[in-house]
């Protein structure tokens, strides 16, 4: 594959959209496929094995498309398939960045918060990431199973994203957090109700920026970066194509970023399946 081919980043339906918009602010020339797995969405409370099969179904697609590096933009799926993926497929993977050290230099009690999936908070990802670069840290994890659904659903305001907020960020205003990790891709697009809640003193970290820089980095250690200034984006979902551009044109100024507006495009996983 050369250094023109394509980077692959998917999720479990929109939330990955916010490292989309990190990479082509810092990678402008590369192309993008972007999946998500709006059919299936969400992934945080299925069984971990479920959740792999979808993980596989996902990078066979992009085996197919030929990228040459794949940005899991989803906590859950990084936290439980990434090192083995990394073993199976002949193009490079990358997940989302924990956020530890951003939360540990934003902080000041080193009392750390952190909001994800039940299967990202089960995986102890964000503890032992924070405890490996501090063990004297608190660490407050917080399962928001509601999140997900509601986002994807488009419900970003309303009583329903309100009442479930204060459901889970209450307890962690009480422990005394001073910096929160947003540790799923979905959650940055309630940044500001979650800044509400939790008071302006407190430090939010956004990991999709960070992700975006890793792949920035390695695709360089590497030589593989584009050659060309501008490249282009395949936005694909396996639902409700509707929904997902009405959501991608909330997320993302494209006339800001590039000027070839996005593909939206339909996808079958099945179609592109390779595993039993």
């Not at 918009?21 to 993008?32: A, K, N």
């Not at 490079?92 to 956020?99: D, K, P, R, T």
């Not at 952190?114 to 503890?127: D, L, P």
């Amino acid at each position: 594959m050369g250094n023109n081919a394509p980077i692959g980043i998917y999720d479990s339906g929109l939330g990955g959209l916010t490292v989309v918009r990190e990479v082509l602010s810092l990678l402008p020339g590369e192309d993008i496929i972007y999946f998500g797995d709006t059919a299936r969405t969400p992934y945080g409370s299925r069984p971990p094995a479920e959740i792999l099969r979808f993980m596989h179904e996902i990078l066979d697609f992009f085996s197919s498309q030929k990228v040459k590096l794949a940005i899991t933009a989803c906590n859950t799926m990084t936290a439980l398939g990434l090192e083995q993926a990394k073993k199976e497929y002949p193009f490079l993977i990358i997940g989302v960045n924990s956020g530890a050290a951003a939360a540990l230099a934003a902080s000041r009690n080193k009392h750390i918060g952190v909001v994800a999936t039940e299967a990202t908070i089960n995986s102890g990802k964000h503890v032992a990431a924070i405890k490996a670069l501090n063990p004297a840290a608190e660490v407050f994890p917080q399962p928001c199973p509601q999140y997900v659904p509601l986002i994807e659903q488009e419900k970003l305001f309303g009583p329903e994203i309100e009442q479930a907020s204060r459901e889970y960020l209450t307890p962690l205003n009480a422990a005394g957090v001073d910096a929160l990790i947003l540790g799923c891709t979905h959650y940055p697009f309630i940044s500001p109700l979650i800044r509400e809640i939790m008071g302006s003193e407190v430090a939010l970290i956004n990991p999709a920026r960070e992700t975006a820089a890793e792949a920035r980095t390695l695709l360089a250690h590497q030589d593989m970066l584009a050659t060309r200034a501008q490249g282009n984006v395949r936005l694909c979902f396996s639902a409700d194509l509707p929904r997902a551009e009405r959501f991608t044109t909330c997320a993302i100024d494209f006339g800001h970023t590039r000027a070839r507006a996005p593909e939206f495009e339909l996808v079958n996983l099945q179609d592109y399946s390779v595993k039993l």
